[in-house]
Each structure stands twice: as C-alpha cells, then as structure tokens.
C-alpha cells in the first residue's frame, strides 16, 4: 500500500467512524425528551427475570416472613412454609403454601393452601383450617401486591 492509498483509506476510515458515531447521536436524541413517549409497562412479568408476577411473589414472601420457610421457587410461583407454631398457642402449628399462577396481577393468580394441626396427648393430629383463614391471607397478599405495584408506578 503506498503513503497517498493508506492516507486515503485512514481518512475514510475516520470520516465514516464519525457519520457513525454523529448517527447514533442523533438516533439517541430522538429517543430522549419526547413528552408523547408511552411510560413503562408496570407489568410485572416485563420487569423482571422471575417466571410469575413479581408483585404477588414479593407481596407473598412479605405476607409470610414470620415462618420459616421450606422452599421458595419464584420460576414455579410455589412458597411452602415450614411448621409454625404461635408462641401464645403453642399447642397448635400452621404450614402454608402459596402458589402464584399467573405472570398478571389478577385474583385468580392466586392459591393459598394451609395445614394445621393441633396436639393431642403429645401427638400432632390433623385439624381443619378455617377457609376464613386462607381467605385472610389471600386478601392480605393481594392487598399487598396492589401497594407494591401502585407504588411503583407513582416512581415513573
């Protein structure tokens, strides 16, 4: 390659570097300041890697923190508690298990599953759960998730 040759390609070189740099400027330009851009999509499967909505699964683990837990697969939507037993009923234990169906934030999302049982003569029998019970925790996850997902949105 002579000198004139090198020179000339050099200087191609740099002049289209710089259309492609002044290109993606400008492309980037457009992108920012528009006041009719559409705001974020607040839907949870959009925002997050999990496989459920985030919303409810946050809300979920939230609504349970005092239990301990057995497994939390947030790919699944399943969180299953351990045995608790409530230090002023001490004769009595709970497990849970909450189920997340759905990447929407929608009630039917939503299946909790609760155990209980109680001691008699030094042995755990099986009890029966209120429904009210469950309907209590389902309503406070919701709850919960619709706060996570309000507040959210007022951060747009």
Excluded: H
Aim: charged fraction near 20%; aromatic fraction near 4%.
């Amino acid at each position: 390659m002579t000198v004139s040759t090198y020179s000339t390609v050099n200087i191609l070189g740099k002049s289209a570097r710089a259309g492609l740099i002044a290109l993606a400027a400008v492309s980037l330009a457009a992108c920012g300041g528009g006041k009719d851009r559409p705001k974020a999509d607040l839907a949870a499967s959009k925002i997050t890697t999990i496989g459920v909505n985030s919303y409810l699964w946050r809300a979920s683990l939230e609504a349970l923190s005092f239990m301990p837990l057995l497994q939390t697969d947030s790919n699944g939507g399943v969180i299953v508690t351990d045995w608790y037993t409530n230090p002023n009923n001490p004769n009595e234990r709970m497990k849970v298990t909450v189920t997340i169906l759905d990447q929407d934030l929608r009630a039917d999302a939503l299946r909790v599953a609760a155990s209980r049982q109680a001691l008699t003569n030094g042995v755990w029998v099986d009890a029966p759960v209120q429904a009210a019970t469950i309907q209590k925790l389902e309503d406070v996850i919701l709850t919960r998730a619709r706060d996570l997902r309000r507040q959210a949105s007022a951060g747009n």
